[in-house]
C-alpha cells in the first residue's frame, strides 16, 4: 500500500510538472522559500527593501521590520506605506512618500494588499507579496493562452521564468508584474475580439503604472491600421477612469511631490550617452559586469522585438507598435532610470514579454538565446540579491 501510495503520489507530482502552469507555480514557490527563508532570514519585510531615510508609517511595525539604514529604500517601501492607508485618512501617511503625487497614482496594486490583508497590517505585507506570487503564474497561463492560440508549444510559456525583471520585481514588491500580466490580458482578448475585456484589463493597467499607456496607444493604431472601429472607442474609453483619476490626485495632493516625467526624461540619447559613459569609464567589479550586462541584454531585446516584428509584421503590429512606443521612452530616459541597475530590467519588463509572444518562428533560436541569457541574470540576481 506505501508503494502504491508513494507512486501515486510521484504520478500526480509528474502531472504538475508537466503543465507549464503548475511547473511555473512550483518554481515560484521555491524562489519564494529561498528569499523569504535565506536571504530574508524569515522576515516579510525583506520584500519591500525598506530604508531609514524617509518618515516610517505609523501602522510598520519597527520591531519586526527589517530596515536598510543609510538608504532611501526602493518602491516596495512606497506602495507597502499607500497599502497600510490607501484612502490616507492619515495626513502623516504622505510623509512617507517620495512624491505623493507620483506614488497615489499607482493605486491598484496596494489597493489590492490592502483589501486581500484585510486592512490588517500584520497581513497587508504578506498580501502584497502573495499579490506578485499568484501574479507569475497567471503570466505564465496568459503567456501558455496566447502561444495556444497562436499554434505554438504551450511550454514556450517558461521562458517567462528567465526573464530578470520577474524576480527584480518579485523581490522588491513592486506593481510592474501586475502591471505587465494586466497588459497580456489586453492583448490576448484584442486578439479575441473581446473589447469589454481588453478595455476593463487596460484600465486597471493604466490605475498600475502609467507605462502601460504605451501598450494603449499601440493597441489604438494597431486597431486604426487593420481598420478594427468597432474596438476603438472600447480603447480610448479604457483611458477614462485614469484620466479622473488622476485628476483626483492631482487636485487632492496639489504640488505635493514631482510627477515623474522632466525627473525620468529628457532629449534623446543623452541618458544612454551617459550611461555607457559610466560603463565604460567604472571600475571593473562583479556589480559593473552584472549592470553592463544587463543593460545590453535590454538593448537586445529591443532590436529582436523590432526585427522580428517588422518581418512577419501582419501578426506582429501590437507587437511593432509597443516596441517603438517604449523605445520612445527609453531612449529619452535620464540616469534616474538608467543608472541603479535594478530599475531599468524591470522598468521595461514589457518588451521581454512582448518578444516572448511575437510571431516568427525564423527567428526562434534567436529569441530563446535572448531568454537563456536572461535566465542567467536571473539566477546572478537571486544569488546574490541580498
Request: overall charge positive; proline content about 3%.
Amino acid at each position: 500500500m506505501a508503494v502504491n501510495g508513494a507512486i501515486s503520489v510521484r504520478q500526480k507530482l509528474a502531472r504538475v510538472v508537466k503543465n507549464p502552469i503548475g511547473a511555473a507555480a512550483i518554481v515560484v514557490f521555491c524562489v519564494f522559500v529561498y528569499l523569504y527563508c535565506f536571504k530574508f532570514s524569515g522576515n516579510i519585510y525583506g520584500f519591500f527593501r525598506i530604508g531609514d531615510v524617509l518618515p516610517f508609517s505609523d501602522r510598520l511595525d519597527l520591531q519586526k521590520a527589517l530596515i536598510f539604514r543609510g538608504e532611501l529604500g526602493f518602491d516596495g517601501q512606497q506602495f507597502l506605506s499607500i497599502a497600510f492607508d490607501p484612502f490616507l485618512h492619515d495626513s502623516d501617511t504622505l510623509s512617507t512618500l517620495d512624491s505623493p503625487r507620483l506614488r497615489y497614482r499607482r493605486i491598484l496594486y496596494p489597493l489590492l494588499g490592502y483589501i486581500l490583508g484585510f486592512g490588517n497590517p500584520q497581513l497587508i505585507p504578506y498580501a502584497m507579496v502573495g499579490i506578485n506570487v499568484l501574479v507569475i503564474i497567471l503570466l505564465v497561463g496568459v503567456i501558455c493562452q496566447i502561444l495556444k492560440h497562436s499554434h505554438r508549444s504551450a511550454y514556450q510559456s517558461l521562458w517567462a521564468l528567465c526573464i530578470p525583471g520577474v524576480w527584480i520585481v518579485f523581490a522588491l514588491s513592486t506593481a510592474d508584474l501586475l502591471n505587465s500580466l494586466l497588459g497580456l490580458v489586453a492583448i490576448f482578448y484584442y486578439k479575441r475580439q473581446k473589447k469589454l475585456y481588453v478595455s476593463a484589463a487596460l484600465s486597471a493597467a493604466f490605475l498600475t503604472k502609467e507605462i502601460s499607456v504605451m501598450l494603449g496607444v499601440a493597441l489604438i493604431l494597431t486597431s486604426i491600421r487593420e481598420r478594427n472601429w468597432k474596438q476603438l472607442p472600447y480603447l480610448v474609453a479604457a483611458f477614462i477612469p485614469a484620466v479622473f483619476w488622476h485628476i483626483y490626485v492631482l487636485v487632492r495632493l496639489k504640488s505635493q511631490g514631482f510627477l515623474g516625467v522632466t525627473e525620468n526624461f529628457s532629449y534623446p540619447f543623452v541618458g544612454i550617452g551617459q550611461k555607457l559613459l559610466g560603463l565604460a569609464m567604472g571600475e571593473l567589479s562583479g556589480k559593473t559586469i552584472f549592470e553592463a550586462y544587463s543593460f545590453f541584454l535590454l538593448l537586445g531585446i529591443f532590436a529582436a522585438n523590432l526585427v522580428i516584428s517588422a518581418y512577419f509584421i501582419k501578426g506582429n503590429r501590437i507587437i511593432f507598435f509597443a516596441t517603438l512606443l517604449y523605445g520612445v521612452l527609453f531612449v529619452s530616459s535620464k540616469m534616474t532610470m538608467l543608472g541603479y541597475f535594478l530599475n531599468y530590467p524591470r522598468q521595461y519588463i514589457d518588451v521581454y514579454f512582448l518578444l516572448l509572444v511575437a510571431l516568427g518562428h525564423r527567428f526562434d533560436r534567436l529569441k530563446w538565446g535572448l531568454m537563456a541569457a536572461g535566465g542567467l541574470s536571473s539566477v546572478a540576481f537571486l544569488l546574490a540579491h541580498t
